[in-house]
């Protein structure tokens, strides 16, 4: 399907340090890695590892304090605006917290009609910009017609979640960030969500980096995993090999820390006691 | 949007506070419509005029006489002339020039009249006594001269080449005249101010230009704050450095200070009561300018601000649409704060002499000067000034009312 082993996103030594002098920290740690193209990359750690930074600095929202950002085997450059507005139309994200990824004194088909723009695609006539979006909301099971002239809280976390998702179909990048996109969901929409970015990647080949806490999930979803603690990456492969043959105990912790459903509690050992 | 405008006017004290400032601003802007002239045009001759009716003497002597047979009229008259401070001076100088104190019974006029006829002599000087005090007792004793006369008064005509009287007719001490049938009369509720200036138009056209001066300050000092504060608090780096130091400069130099040093530099002629405006709207941008700064720096990192910029808008776009309306709350209120200031300022500044130069237009801070220079409030000219403080202190008061009302309703956290 995709070339297995071209390059997409590549970091040397990224390294992001917050504050100055003694208040400094150090939030990602030199890290290395190097994402496959069409692949689903699960980035795991605990809150405070690093991950949302790491991600942040792949966006290139904020500064990189040392090393570089490899896109397509050439070094970014954001350096100027216009630039910026180019790397952006390759690589976009989905973040944590639905609520407060919108801006609440817009209208929600805003967002959708800002991606048209950004494609280019202003002066197109309005009712191809119709079919468009109405496209991009149905496939994620939303009705265009129901959203327009709508706040944004006037939709659920899943709604909103969902037509984020809307707006990386129409967008089509390279590569999607999505930054913990279910954790403020609840269970029956985090499937759904999932599923979504499941079928992105399939109709559209892109390669999706997901960052979760919840090594259960990454396992679900991805391909190859990266588990990060405290700023450093300290182990990676496929996703087989890492959570079935973890080398690290801090991984070995995380499994460890999965609710297991299907498992019968043993409770004759707490009787014993 | 809709929603919040509902809300702000549910809350009480902004009702209450838009009630009140809502009536001052449309008196003072609707009464120049319907008495017009020049609200500063002096007509009385000498300082502070009583409030009171003020009718012409010969339009009352002309007009119809009418004959009244009411009790009390010469109770009341003498009350009017010879009040209990009266008395109590006309004792205190009887007693000072050898009568002794158990002989003067100040309750009894006819008594008290009787001795300070006998013995009050306007040329004994007691020493110690002041000219001014020489001089009241003088008045006095003109003023209750015949106070208990029951005849009334001759009105007498003088031929030209003789100068001699011949007598035209003779008020009685029971004839009235009716102030409706009277063509010159004139009400002065509030008096008339020290230049003579009748103090109601006065006051209005006051209360219009310090509201005037107060939006124009707010207005610079609002902007003024907003633009810095949002270009410091969303560019960051070393702009931001170089605002906040300007910013800290403003802090530390006491704007007051700053205010009366740039007023006195401008000099006399030159300060209008817009430039006093434009002077106060740039002394006190900054609060506005690091509060809404340091609400920027939290919004500037916030998710739909990084959704904004990932979707290619440019800086200024995203200032304008993602940051401005989240701050156009905490806005609304530093405005309203601002004119209540600047009104403030205006008046601080119109005391120490330092507002828009004088008898050009009147402010409510340079109507407390020319209170304050002619003494009104140690000779008790209580409506030289009082109207003044009143006027200032429910501007601000409505105002802050205003204020504390959006508080609540902008933030949800203060509600009961």
Redesign the interface.
Known sequence: MNDANKSCLKGVGLTKIFGLGKQRCLAVDHVDFDFKEGEIISIVGESGSGKTTLAKMLLGLISITEGDIYFEGVKRDISSQRKKKEYWKNIQAIFQDPYSSYNIFRKIDTVLLDCLVMRGQKDLPAEEKNRLITEACSFVNLKYEELTNKYPFELSGGQMQRLMIARVFLLKPRVLLADEPTSMIDACSRATILDMLMDLRRETGMTIVFITHDIGLAYYVSDSVYIMEHGKLIESGSADEVILNPKQAYTQRLINDVPKIHEEWDLSTVDAR | MKHMLQQVFHSPKFVVGFIIFMSILLLSVIYPIFVTGDPLVIIGKGTFFEPGIYVNVVDGIDSQLYSLSLPDVAEKRIALKLGATERADMKEWLVAFGIPEADIDTEDTEALLNIWNQNYDSKLRLPGMTNARKNYFARLDASIDNLLSTEGIIIASKDPSTGALTEEETIGQSQYINVNRTSNVKVLPLGTDNFGRDMVPELISAIGTSLKIGFIAGSIATLLGLVLGLVAGYVGGWVDDIILFVTNLFIVIPSFVLLILISYSIGQEQRGAVTVAVVIGFTSWVWTCRAVRSQVISLRN???V??????????AHIII??IL??VASYVVMAFILQISSGILSEAGLSILGLGPKTSDVATLGLMMNWAMIYSAHIMGKWWAYFPVIIAIALITFSMNLMNTGLDLVFNPTLRD
């Open positions: 916030r998710d739909h990084n959704l904004s910029k990932l979707s290619g808008h440019s800086t649409s993602d309306p989240y």
